[in-house]
């Protein structure tokens, strides 16, 4: 009974060192004494001759990422700036990649990096640091980015993306640069300022040019209009004075009398018989 017992836990053991399975997140080798037989595996289960005749190496099928610690390059103006950045990459050809690194994915990592770190290198070295932090850098990533893939795909993997965490100076440059940034500002707020005042003396000559001929118009309006007026005052007091001579005259003298006698603090010094008195001293109607 033993012995039958044992019989199926050794068939039992052997079966499952010829069966593996495939997950649909991995990539996997079959080997017979060292040399790929097989890598074209789709996720299920497989069956393999038991080791050392057959042996599986399965490596992932996702997107790895390789973080670097900031490195130093040197731009087109000499001067060093320090890069912090990462590499998303995945494997495309896990036979390749076994050939290159013997599946080894820390051997793969530093291999990437370096053939980045070397891409990144020829991009900035055509560059001065306000291209590489300004927009351009997206450009200039994205070169980098074309020639490294090439690279990277001859050894099994594909570089998916390169992101910079980070651009700094060192300090013995930053303070240079920020002199000279701050020197850049300084002209092109003069050159602001003085288009500014420009702009303004111009607009004050303007709006008193406009002044000056609003005035102008306003005033010879006015005085056409006071001629005007002045012209029909003539006329009205000329047709009411031919109209009735006497009592014209007598309203005009009602409304000096009116003017001149309503305050009773005035004095008058007049000579009784004087053409002002006129109407006071007549009795007649």
């Not at 040019?209 to 000329?238: C, F, K, N, P, Q």
Request: glycine share 4%.
């Amino acid at each position: 009974m033993r012995i039958v017992i044992a019989a199926i836990a050794v068939l039992v053991l052997l079966g499952f060192t010829c069966l593996f399975v495939v997950d649909e997140r991995e990539l996997a080798l079959r080997f017979k004494f060292g040399e790929i037989m097989q890598t074209d595996y789709s996720p299920g289960l497989y069956f393999k001759l038991p080791y050392p005749f057959n042996e599986v190496r399965k490596f992932p099928d996702r997107i790895l990422t390789s973080d670097n610690l900031p490195e130093r390059f040197l731009t087109g103006e000499t001067k060093f700036v320090e890069v912090d950045f990462f590499i998303k990459w995945r494997i495309i050809d896990a036979a390749q990649y076994y050939r290159s690194f013997n599946g080894i994915e820390e051997s793969a990592s530093a291999r990437l990096i370096e053939i980045v770190t070397d891409g990144i290198k020829d991009e900035f070295a055509d560059r001065t640091i306000q291209e590489v932090v300004s927009a351009e850098r997206s450009e200039l990533m994205d070169n980098m980015l074309v020639a490294s893939r090439a690279v990277a795909q001859q050894l099994g993997v594909d570089i998916v993306d390169v992101r910079v965490k980070r651009i700094d100076l060192p300090p013995e440059v930053s303070g240079s640069v920020f002199d000279r940034m701050r020197q850049e500002r300084g002209r092109t707020a003069k050159l602001l300022r003085a288009e500014g005042e420009e702009t303004s003396e111009r607009i004050q000559a303007e709006a008193e040019r406009e002044r000056t001929v609003i005035l102008a118009e306003a005033y010879r309006d006015a005085e056409r209009i006071r001629g005007e007026g002045d012209a029909r005052s003539a006329e009205i007091y000329a047709n009411a004075y031919n109209r009735n001579r006497e009592f014209y005259s007598f309203h005009r003298s009602m409304e000096a009398y009116r003017r001149a006698l309503t305050n009773g603090s005035d004095v008058l010094v007049l000579e009784p018989d004087s053409e002002f008195f006129k109407y006071l001293n007549s009795s007649g109607p």
